[in-house]
């Protein structure tokens, strides 16, 4: 039996490793993933900090994603455990929420924006049960949440980038989970929708919610971001931002990459300054 | 009872319930097959069944339906999986992988039944094409109180059973299931970190379709199923926005498919004096492709005709308001009218001379404009709306260049697309800022709002 297949409340694998620990919300223990035998991700070791938002950095193809979609079962793991709050993903997945990129779904979908984020509520509405009157008036609190109050029964495809981005978010927050993993919610987003999203993830993080973004502009991250992750192909860094957000570490990450380099630096010089 | 009822009921009315039970359950199934645009795959399904017929037959040495069934399902699923470890690795696209599998597996079945089982199926190609729907015939009692007799019902031809079943398994399967199809369709990745496994789902969509097909295209063909698989669902997309509406919009279209195209291909032919009947499979197809054409063409949002019309209108509502703007820039320069051959040339003939022409005409009946002696002059009422168009006009071009760092020589253009989004809505997002000054970058007075 895989680590995955076990059953709900199976004692904690990493209980036993001092390095790890039952309350973090998620604890990933040498997890390498391969597409086509090709590894992408090698011997990642990752303990998240409760409470706090962590941007997920890296250059294109780093494994940032697949990161993500590991932890969530989405992909096979070669090899790795991985838990939530010291538990398999099964047991804990109620308590898991997950946005996927904007890309990853077909917005000429005949569902309406509402439609979207009662998905969020699947999870506790369970197999066969009907989305109730209840779960829909829970999604629409969740769209006002999000400044999309107005545009509940709008065709998801008449919204605009921004729009649908807040949508998902919405979602998110229906799923009333206490980790979530976001892939890029900041994608392609207008500044209103830029502004709405941080406002919810500070919300997030003041209830004590973990919140996992891969994020892809440096400037950014010490503004937005507690910690954060820098990977390339496996975990350059990890901690703190004022630990581990350090040009080194950036150079490290991104390699030979001068133009980002230059970003890089720009972005730690400012961080440094604690503009 | 009538002999011509009895004739009816014998006759026409086994093929007719088949038939548009067959179409039902495709319909239906279908719905989600178009969404995740895999509609191919009742045609790779439909036509991959036969090496699954022969080799059921192989087995067991009979042509009972239910090993047959079997093998069919059988042969379905393996497509279904081919299919998949196809795309995933030899890294085509889907289409390209359904095409493979089936036409493989196709010839497979062609070369095992001459070799083991040639006598004993008999399948010609008009058949797996064309369906036999005309064979099915039931000789019903001629008392209607005797119809609900065991003896009576089970002669009713197998395949109105069969595909009865059909439409109940498709019709539990999406009620019961409805929520948890619309998210693995949607967004497989949610609805498994949700506890909704999109392989368990997909896989479960997949056998109710390899079911549907194997049940129908013995009695319809694969023609009907593959038409039926796709057409009233993409009709009924055409003609909702949601879901649920889809799904029933589709049922009844098929429906409607089924029995008119029935009745038109058993009875039309002899209304327009003509002998023999036509291939009701064949006729209930082209139903259903005329049906997907008017929706395409006459579907209340997405069609093409309310398209086309919202379209017209929007460059005659653009070519109205160029118009009004000319005139009011002429009222500045000191012509109180102009010619209307001038008009022309000053709103660059915006949508060809025709829009012009009728743009005028509009202006004129909204009391906008007046026309004078081959003149043409703003009414009070124009006045107001032609100030909003400059206005409107004026504060984008100041926008563009004190925000957006445009040369004041390269704005006009830009604010003479711009000017024309003044619907409320849109207003909110596009409405400028107040500039500081009421002058615009050609040093013109912006109007007051």
Redesign the interface.
């Known amino acids: 039996m895989t680590p995955q297949q076990l059953p709900p409340g199976a004692r904690s694998l990493l209980a036993g490793r001092p390095e790890h620990s039952n309350l973090s919300p998620l604890s990933v223990h040498s997890m390498t993933v391969a597409y086509?035998r090709k590894p992408v991700l090698w011997d990642v070791d990752y303990d998240a900090p409760a409470g706090s938002l962590i941007a997920i950095v890296g250059p294109n193809g780093a494994g940032k994603s697949t990161f993500i979609?590991a932890c969530?079962?989405?992909v096979p793991r070669a090899s790795g455990v991985v838990e939530f709050w010291g538990q398999p993903y099964r047991a804990a997945?109620s308590r898991?929420g997950?946005v996927?990129q904007r890309e990853?779904?077909?917005w000429d979908?005949?569902?309406?924006a509402l439609?979207?984020v009662c998905?969020?509520r699947?999870?506790r509405?369970g197999?066969?049960?009907?989305?109730t009157r209840g779960h829909r008036r829970a999604a629409s609190v969740c769209l006002e949440r999000v400044g999309l109050g107005g545009l509940a029964e709008r065709?998801i495809s008449q919204l605009s980038g921004g729009q649908q981005q807040r949508v998902f978010l919405a979602?998110a927050l229906a799923?009333e989970a206490d980790l979530y993993f976001m892939d890029e919610p900041f994608a392609g987003v207008d500044a209103a929708t830029e502004r709405a999203i941080v406002d919810v993830l500070r919300e997030l993080r003041s209830r004590g919610t973990t919140v996992i973004c891969v994020h892809h502009d440096l400037q950014t991250v010490p503004q937005y971001f507690d910690h954060v992750m820098l990977i390339n192909m496996r975990v350059v860094a990890a901690g703190a931002i004022g630990v581990a957000f350090t040009s080194e570490n950036l150079q490290r990450t991104y390699g030979g990459r001068l133009t980002l380099l230059a970003e890089a630096s720009e972005a730690v010089a400012r961080a440094e300054r604690g503009s | 009872m009538s002999p011509g009822i009895h004739e009816f009921i014998s006759i026409d009315l086994p093929p007719m319930l088949a038939g548009t039970f067959a179409c039902l359950s495709c319909a239906l199934v279908g719905n989600f097959l178009v969404l995740r645009r895999i509609s191919l795959m009742g045609d790779a399904i439909s036509h991959s069944v036969l090496p699954g017929l022969v080799v059921a037959f192989m087995l067991t040495g009979t042509r009972a339906a239910f090993p047959m069934f079997v093998g069919a399902a059988a042969a379905g699923l393996l497509t279904v999986g081919l299919v998949e470890l196809l795309r995933r690795y030899a890294r085509i696209e889907p289409g390209a992988a359904m095409g493979v599998v089936f036409s493989v597996l196709f010839a497979l079945g062609v070369l095992l039944l001459e070799r083991g089982a040639g006598r004993h199926v008999d399948l010609d190609a008009d058949c797996v094409l064309n369906g036999v729907l005309e064979g099915m015939i039931w000789f019903p009692p001629s008392e209607w109180s005797e119809f609900a007799t065991w003896q009576t019902l089970r002669e009713v031809p197998r395949q109105v059973w069969t595909l009865m079943a059909a439409v109940a398994v498709v019709g539990v399967f999406v009620v019961a299931l409805f929520k948890e199809l619309r998210i693995v369709c949607f967004d497989p990745g949610l609805a498994t970190s949700q506890g909704y496994p999109a392989s368990l789902l997909n896989g479960g969509l997949m056998l109710v379709v390899a079911c549907v097909t194997v049940a129908s295209f013995e009695a319809v063909g694969s023609i009907l199923v593959i038409a039926m698989l796709i057409c009233p669902a993409a009709s009924a997309r055409m003609l909702t926005d949601r879901l649920s509406s889809q799904v029933v919009v589709s049922g009844v279209i098929a429906t409607v498919c089924g029995v008119s195209g029935y009745v038109l291909g058993a009875f039309g032919p002899r209304w327009l004096g003509f002998d023999n009947a036509l291939s009701a499979s064949g006729m209930i197809t082209v139903v259903a492709g005329v049906v997907m054409t008017l929706s395409m063409l006459f579907g209340p949002q997405h069609g093409a005709a309310v398209r086309f019309v919202r379209r017209v209108r929007f460059v005659l509502t653009i070519a109205r308001e160029d118009l009004l703007g000319s005139l009011y820039r002429a009222q500045e320069r000191g012509e109180m009218s102009l010619a209307i051959v001038e008009v022309a040339d000053a709103t660059g003939g915006a949508g060809g001379g025709l829009a012009v022409r009728v743009a005028r005409r509009r202006a004129i009946l909204r009391g906008q404009v007046q026309e004078r002696a081959g003149r043409v002059s703003l009414t009070e009422a124009g006045q107001k709306e032609a100030a909003s168009i400059i206005r409107s006009h004026r504060l984008w071009e100041s926008y563009l260049v004190e925000r957006g760092g445009f040369a004041p020589d390269h704005v006009h253009d830009a604010a003479m697309r711009l000017e024309h989004a003044r619907d409320t809505e849109r207003r909110a997002r596009l409405e400028p800022p107040q500039p500081a000054s009421a002058i615009d970058p050609h040093d013109r007075p912006i109007p007051p709002g």
């Open positions: 086509n979609k969530l079962g989405l997945r898991v997950y996927p990853a779904v077909d979908f005949p569902v309406s439609d979207v998905m969020g699947y999870g509405i197999w066969l049960r009907p989305v065709q979602r799923q």
